[in-house]
């Protein structure tokens, strides 16, 4: 008896697709790497997680290193900062939805989900320097009921973090959102104003700031912004009457694709 063979959309589902994040130890440790392994059936959830784990190793690193392995074959080596690997593997079709996911999951209220994008460091200051105070003046617990939370946004499509603060009284959750996003205003020498909405609806007051991004990440959404602009060229040129004009646009896409991204031979594992 003959058997049909699977379906396209079967054999995705089938797909097994191995992810690993590894960045150099900080200076001053020993040679070890941090690293970061999991096996995923789905493209969006392997991207995801990239994203995220290069996130948490990206304290001050730009050596971070993603290798995807799809089915036994390596396809993808991606090296840079967590900004630049998440603009290289938003530039391929198939990881695009995951990147946006870690894009804009951190708004959402995940209950401690490990694929959190990380807040800035420099938050945590702050909020120490204006939390504690207002705690030590009232009774957090007795009637917590607003949350209070700060979304650090980036562009498109870095993605964006949230800095959980927990409940509190009505009355020390205003006061705690606006204190700190004043904080956060003046922090960056007014260059980033940071803005308080209340969402009764939610029971929850959001700080919104523009977080700093460094030269490297600015550089990446720079070529991924070019990458995007550059196949909506050229899908639309003519093959035979615009033909010169797509081979100069094609040739500027290659460079660009390869800058940050390349897909390894049998022969040849390693990253540029």
């Known amino acids: 008896m003959s058997t049909s063979p699977p379906s396209p959309s079967a054999a995705r589902r089938s797909r097994t697709i191995d992810v690993r994040v590894s960045s150099p130890a900080p ?7 941090s690293s970061s392994e999991g096996r995923f ?9 990239a994203v995220t784990h290069a996130a948490s190793l990206d304290v ?11 089915d036994g074959h390596d396809e993808v ?74 979304l650090s946004t980036r562009p498109d499509p870095l993605p964006n973090s949230t800095l959980l603060l927990g409940q509190w009284p009505p009355d020390l959750a205003h006061r705690l959102a606006h204190d700190l996003a004043r904080s956060i205003t003046e922090s960056s020498g007014r260059r980033s104003p940071a803005t308080v909405t209340y ?6 007051y959001e700080i919104t700031h523009p977080a700093p991004i460094s030269v ?27 033909a010169d004009c797509a081979v100069g646009l094609a040739a500027e896409l290659h460079v660009l694709e390869s800058y940050s991204r390349r897909v390894p031979s049998t022969d040849d594992r390693t990253v540029r």
């Open 77 to 150: 080596c991606v090296s840079g900062t967590a900004g630049e690997i998440a603009c290289a593997l938003a530039a391929i079709a198939i990881y695009s939805a995951g990147v946006r996911k870690a894009r804009t999951a951190s708004s959402l209220d995940l209950g401690g989900d490990p694929m959190r994008i990380p807040a800035p460091g420099y938050l945590r200051a702050a909020v120490d320097e204006i939390a504690l105070p207002i705690q030590w003046q009232g009774s957090v617990g007795v009637e917590a009921g607003v949350d209070v939370r700060v």
């Open 60 to 70: 001050g690193r730009s050596a971070i290193t993603v290798t995807i392995t799809a």
């Open 199 to 204: 969402l009764p609806e939610q029971g929850r």
């Open 41 to 49: 059936a789905s493209p969006c959830t392997a991207a995801r997680f």
């Open 27 to 33: 200076i001053g440790y020993d040679d070890t790497r």
């Open 216 to 242: 490297a990440d600015a550089a990446a959404v720079a070529r991924y912004i070019r990458i995007t602009q550059l196949r909506a060229n050229l899908a639309a040129l003519d093959p035979v009457g615009d």
